[in-house]
């Protein structure tokens, strides 16, 4: 076809009989039933509701699809705009996030929403980008986060956590005003942002059924609706007990306002769960425990997490728990979930981000990358491909909204497990198709209800299943204003654009695929672009049409029956990775060829779409029938209009220039800890001679309170002077201390090295220990034994706190030093402790900064003056037992309009037993541990990482002086490049 423009192509299309005829412009367009996500700017206020189906919000059908997203794993406020729009984009309508107590109290009374934590500017972002959000405050949160989430200062409170105990409810009472006053104006009901649901608790699985369990739920409820959070509420069950269902504690006389949720993480290799409509049903059997809730997991495992030494992944770190959970399983697990009926999905976790400063719980290193679809450096991996065709299938076809369980079937190849649901209002049939054999099936056939009646489906040869795949038949759905009997490909997208109906249907690629159609006329079938055949009865008024998928096949359909013809795209995974919907005032765009479209604006003539490019890319765009020319990302593109209807570019859309990085030179050198010098002046520091503790570990007989905690350090190093004498006897001295996975402690006597002890790597089936005891045991040596005054120096690395999954406050288990003995003496020694401050740097927060000299001197700030530091030049190798800073500056000059994800990797022979804190700009980007990783990129976020400007990296390296220490190799990388991204504001 010649080149015309659009107008003249739409006037043309109007006027004859071409196969490629488009009607006159419509200004109606086809709007789903259902609510596929919320209104970007809110109206003023909406109803949030349910029955036992789905939500209803503003009384239409909701279908959640939702990913977790930790703000507090990402502190760049720029950058939450550019996950969720990539969210967006891809196909959820929601995201659930965690609100992570520790992260805004430094200390009781004391709260923070600003800046890094500034909850309100997340929640709004979520608005912009047309994302519901569910809300989960806690107070307990879990997460793999330090104590999980109770703040550091709670750690030294009697009252029982999780519990009825009052002083512990006056705690949570003053979280929940503090954090209920930022979500309350961002609810959908009072029409101030999306925030839809809100969660009480988190798997809380103790106190069932001695009262205190329901009277703390009871308290949560009524304490959460008097703050003004009228959202519906709801608890997550961990795993499928049937606890906390609606009616099991005081809602205030209050019905119909909390569901029944709960979680699961399935091994990737079993067989996929039905914890719905086809398991085994009542109390354990998941959303069976609530029938009057709609099937709601709170948490879907979209990953796992790793732990110190990456036994979990046998040390491949999250690329393992990338290629165990993979699309081919979301595809099989989350479907299998949808066919049981399952509405409200969330796939923990989405983006996993980093848990940076001290935020990891023991069980977790810095990177929470989880293996999730969108990766640490914000890059769009694979695994987001199903969830678009998912999720954009969720938004098109809204007869999904509302399944019943219907007849049973089998298919003629029995490896292949149906689930046949149907639409009670609309007559539609899904049939969700799994091969769980682990070869390729062909030639499978099916009985199908249509609103034609029974067929055998599909009329040609047969449908073809990858092993272990999983996909969905659709019988009586609509795509635009035609009838579909039934398509053997998954229906992907549909919507009216541009005056012709447009319908994405997909598959793997080789699939072959039918689709059947009513059509009462005679149609005239144009194969636009690969092969596809088509074969149309009169009698019985259907149009078949049968292809293989490779790429993109089109097909124009029009119906000679005056109405808009039909566009069928039938896109093959990777093509369906390149096409994008966004809303405009004026109609959806659908948009074929970049990496990523953020947003797009119609206004007359014009289409303004804003996305990324990774690569050259193709553009294509099918707009709103008045659009005749396109801007992409504010650069008008030169196009043709194609015989499918669409707008597309002249020549490629830009990839992104390479992004030059800087080697790391220039390396200044400090070394550190004067607190093992026997003169060090520790006057200043507080004396650790507390009686009693608030801790679960008991104090041991004869000594003081040593724990951290006590003493208010609870993040980060910590450093304890011991005083005595008269103890010529003494021959040794035991040490014992309590920590997280890693802990360590350095000993001194006098400012000479006794030695270190560090706790040992976890085995696969020690990844779940949070609290490591030791007692290190170290000969004094002769020359050190006299009766004089000594002073033991020792720095304990405690990690950190166990969370409190079990409500047995756990968290509140020591950190640091718990005892001291000697044999051959028993002096009566005078502690002194020094630690990080948790109010000292309130724009970092308090998970930042621990009890280290440097730290403590702010040898890891930018405005740090090093200049009288040593030069040296990286690698090092040095042997010794202690501290040592390592400084340089760099600048980051990324080209223009380039989003430059980059990471700091760090290297060296493995045996070298070091670890090193990473400091860039002040913020404490996480902990490397270079014989036990297995962590050796930590991503530098945008916004913390300046760009045209100076950046100050600082290492703060701890060797135990049994090997040689580094740094080895410490350098920059490029862990991803895009054209386009988002604008960055400095943190
Ligand atoms: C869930 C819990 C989450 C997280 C997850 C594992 O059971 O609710 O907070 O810990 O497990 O990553």
Redesign the pocket.
């Known amino acids: 076809m010649p080149e015309i423009d659009r107008r003249s192509f739409t006037a043309l299309a109007a006027g004859t009989a071409a196969s490629f005829v488009l009607p006159a412009r419509r200004s109606t367009l086809i709007q789903p039933e259902n609510v596929v996500a919320p209104a970007v700017t809110p109206a003023a206020s909406h109803t949030v509701s349910f029955d036992k189906y789905s939500l209803l919000v503003d009384g239409r059908r909701t279908a959640l699809w939702s990913g977790e997203v930790h703000p507090f794993r990402l502190p760049s406020p720029s950058l939450w705009t550019d996950v969720l729009q990539k969210l967006r984009a891809n196909g959820y309508n929601a995201i659930s996030i965690y609100v992570n107590w520790s992260y805004h109290s430094p200390a009781a009374g004391v709260y923070d929403f600003t800046g890094v934590r500034d909850l309100g500017q997340f929640l709004g972002a979520a608005a912009q980008a047309g994302l519901f959000v569910t809300v989960r405050p806690g107070p307990y949160?879990?997460?793999?986060v330090d104590a999980g989430g109770f703040p550091g200062w709670m750690t030294t409170s009697s009252g029982t956590a999780r519990t009825n105990n009052s002083t512990y409810l006056a705690h949570a009472d003053e979280w929940l005003t503090a954090v209920n006053a930022v979500i309350a104006p961002y609810q959908y009901t009072n029409g101030g942002g999306t925030v839809l649901l809100y969660q009480l608790e988190?798997?809380y699985s103790a106190h069932l059924s001695d009262g205190v369990g329901s009277a703390y739920m009871a308290h949560l409820y009524a304490k959460v609706r008097a703050d003004g959070i009228t959202v519906p509420l709801f608890h997550?069950d961990?795993g499928r007990n049937g606890d906390w269902v609606p009616g099991s504690f005081s809602t205030n006389g209050e019905s119909g306002r909390y569901l029944y949720a709960f979680?699961g993480?399935p091994s990737p290799s079993s067989t996929p769960p039905d914890w719905g409509y086809f398991g085994s049903g009542g109390k354990t059997g998941g959303s069976t425990a609530s029938p009057n809730t709609p099937g709601f997991e709170a948490?879907f495992g979209g990953g796992w997490?790793d732990c110190w030494g990456g036994a979990e992944f046998s040390g491949q770190g999250y690329a393992g728990a990338r290629a165990s959970r993979d699309a081919v399983y979301e595809r099989r697990f989350y479907l299998t979930n949808l066919a049981n009926g399952i509405k409200l999905q969330n796939v923990?976790m989405t983006f996993g981000g980093t848990s940076w400063g001290w935020l990891p719980a023991p069980v977790v290193y810095t990177s929470y990358d989880y293996g999730a679809a969108l990766d640490e450096a914000r890059n769009q991996t694979s695994k987001l491909v199903p969830m678009k065709q998912i999720g954009l299938m969720l938004e098109s076809v809204p007869d999904l909204g509302k399944l019943d369980k219907a007849a049973s079937v089998s298919a003629s190849n029995s490896s292949v497990k149906v689930y046949h649901l149907s639409n009670p209002d609309t007559g539609a049939h899904f049939y969700f198709l799994r091969n769980d054999s682990s070869s390729t099936i062909s030639s499978v056939t099916l009985p199908v209800t249509t609103s034609g009646g029974a067929l055998t489906v599909p009329a040609s040869g047969g449908m073809r299943f990858p092993g272990k795949d999983m996909k969905v038949l659709a019988a009586g759905i609509k795509l635009g204003r035609r009838s579909v009997l039934y398509s053997t490909a998954q229906p992907m997208y549909q919507a009216t654009i541009g005056g012709q109906d447009v319908a994405v249907l997909t598959g793997r690629s080789g699939d072959p695929v039918e689709i059947m159609l009513t059509a009462s006329a005679t149609p005239t079938v144009t194969v636009l672009s690969g092969s596809a055949t088509s074969s149309f009865s009169a009698s019985s008024h259907r149009l078949r049409v049968n292809t293989t998928l490779s790429g993109i096949v089109r097909v124009l359909i029009n119906f000679g029956d005056g109405a808009a013809p039909l566009l069928l795209l039938f896109a093959d995974d990777a093509a369906s990775a390149t096409l994008w919907r966004q809303p405009t005032a004026a109609g959806p765009v659908l948009v074929r060829g970049p990496a990523l479209l953020r947003a797009a604006q119609s206004s007359g003539s014009a289409v303004q779409l804003t996305g990324d490019t990774t690569a050259a890319s193709d553009l294509e765009v099918w707009a709103p029938a008045a659009v005749t020319s396109a801007t992409w990302n504010g650069a008008l593109v030169a196009t043709s209009v194609t015989s499918s209807g669409s707008l597309l570019a002249s020549s490629k859309l830009a990839g992104p220039p390479s992004v030059p990085l800087p080697a790391l030179t220039g390396w200044r050198f400090a070394t550190e800890n004067p607190e093992s010098a026997s003169g060090f002046d520790d006057s200043g520091w507080r004396a650790a001679n507390k009686t009693s503790s608030a801790s679960i570990t008991p104090v041991p007989s004869g000594q003081p309170v040593l724990f951290a905690d006590d003493y208010g350090f609870h993040y980060g190093d910590v450093w304890y002077r011991g005083h005595y004498s008269g103890a010529s006897g003494a021959t040794s001295v035991s040490l014992s201390y309590s920590s997280g996975t890693q802990g360590m402690l350095m000993a001194w006597l006098d400012g000479m090295p006794l030695g270190t002890h560090r706790q040992p790597v976890p085995t696969s089936s020690q990844a779940n220990t949070q609290t490591w005891t030791a007692t290190a045991t170290f000969p004094i040596p002769s020359g050190l034994r006299g009766s004089g005054a000594h002073v033991l120096s020792v720095l304990v690395r405690p990690m950190a706190h166990s969370e409190d999954g079990g409500a047995n406050d756990a968290h509140k288990s020591a950190r640091g030093l718990t005892a001291v003995t000697f044999a051959g003496a028993t002096p009566s020694v005078g502690w002194r402790i020094q630690g990080g401050s948790v109010t000292a740097d309130s724009v970092r927060g308090p998970l930042n900064t621990g009890g280290l000299y440097g730290e403590r001197n702010g040898w890891h700030l930018p405005t740090f003056a090093d200049s009288a530091w040593q030069s040296v030049s990286l690698p090092r190798s040095d042997t010794f037992q202690g501290v040592r800073w390592y400084r340089t500056s760099f600048t980051f000059a990324p080209p223009q309009g380039v989003d430059a994800s980059v990471g700091l990797s760090l290297s060296d022979t493995s045996s070298r037993s070091y670890r090193a804190q990473i400091f860039l700009n002040g913020w404490n980007l996480g902990q490397y541990i270079n014989n036990v990783g297995p962590q050796h990129t930590f991503v530098l976020p945008n916004g913390i990482l300046r760009a045209n400007a100076t950046n100050v990296l600082a290492l703060a390296v701890l060797a135990d002086g049994t090997t040689p220490a580094g740094p080895g190799t410490v350098a920059l990388t490029l862990l991803g490049n895009a054209a386009g991204g988002v604008p960055i504001s400095n943190v």
């Open positions: 949160i879990n997460a793999e988190n798997e997550n961990k979680d993480y948490e997490f923990y």
